[in-house]
Nanobody, 122 residues
Framework: QVQLVESGGGLVQAGGSLRLSCTAS????????MGWFRQAPGKEREFVAA????????LYADYVKGRFTISRDNAKNTVYLQMNSLKPEDTAVYYC???????????????WGQGTQVTVSS
């Protein structure tokens, strides 16, 4: 079983930054593709970013590209999401997820964290 725990959420002003982290409980962390998703109240869960085993290849949703950066530290079993230039519409619960494939689809991720709240005020 893979267990994921997110942290780093909080309340920030528009234009500010947050860094989310997600730590996995497995020793084979480096063999998983990792992703970040988010879900705002009343909306479906949506893709944010994904990263490969090496950490050298990444995918981003159009609405975060250029503002968010996903990275990973396999020695620490941790994936990060650096969020800059935050907008009120970024407000959501952010979830870390693990997948057997490199994907931007919710369906392809079968391990999920509990989520961390990000709130951006104007």
């Amino acid at each position: 079983q893979v267990q994921l725990v997110e942290s780093g959420g909080g309340l920030v002003q528009a234009g500010g930054s947050l860094r989310l982290s997600c730590t996995a409980s497995v020793r084979t962390f480096s063999r998983y593709y990792m992703g970040w998703f988010r879900q705002a109240p009343g909306k479906e869960r949506e893709f944010v970013a994904a990263i490969t085993w090496s950490g050298l290849n990444t995918l981003y949703a159009d609405y975060v590209k250029g503002r968010f950066t996903i990275s990973r530290d396999n020695a620490k079993n941790t994936v990060y999401l650096q969020m800059n230039s935050l907008k009120p519409e970024d407000t959501a619960v952010y979830y870390c997820a693990a997948s057997a494939k490199y994907s931007d689809r919710t369906y392809d991720y079968d391990h999920w964290g509990q989520g961390t709240q990000v709130t951006v005020s104007s």
